[in-house]
Nanobody, 128 residues
Framework: QVRLVESGGGSVQAGGSLRLSCAAS????????MGWFRQAPGKEREGVAT????????YYTDSVKGRFTISQNRAENTLYLQMNTLKPEDSAIYYC?????????????????????WGQGTQVTVSS
């Protein structure tokens, strides 16, 4: 069973940057989706950014477009999330996940139910 382990979280001031990493303990198929999700206290887990591992197609939720960048290193089975211009509302536990795309496409939805492998999460706190 492949495990996902996140790292890179921390506390920063608004406007700062963080880079999250997600290391997979084994091979991730190139027809999978990998994604970053986050959950703030009292809120549901939401998708932040996803990537189709085969083509490298990337998708972002509107609130992070232009600020966050998802990338992957296939050779090292590692997923990244570069977060710039952080805002207090970005504060949450960030999770890495692996799942399946919409059948026959490279679209990786933000629906948490499509992701069956999750990391333990890493805390991101942004102060104003």
């Amino acid at each position: 069973q492949v495990r996902l382990v996140e790292s890179g979280g921390g506390s920063v001031q608004a406007g700062g940057s963080l880079r999250l990493s997600c290391a997979a303990s084994g091979y991730i198929d190139n027809r999978n989706c990998m994604g970053w999700f986050r959950q703030a206290p009292g809120k549901e887990r939401e998708g932040v950014a996803t990537v189709y591992t085969g083509f490298g197609s990337t998708y972002y939720t509107d609130s992070v477009k232009g600020r966050f960048t998802i990338s992957q290193n296939r050779a090292e089975n590692t997923l990244y999330l570069q977060m710039n211009t952080l805002k207090p509302e970005d504060s949450a536990i960030y999770y890495c996940a692996s799942g399946v795309p919409l059948s026959g496409t490279d679209w990786c939805p933000f629906t948490t139910g499509r992701y069956n492998l999750w990391g333990q999460g890493t805390q991101v706190t942004v102060s104003s």
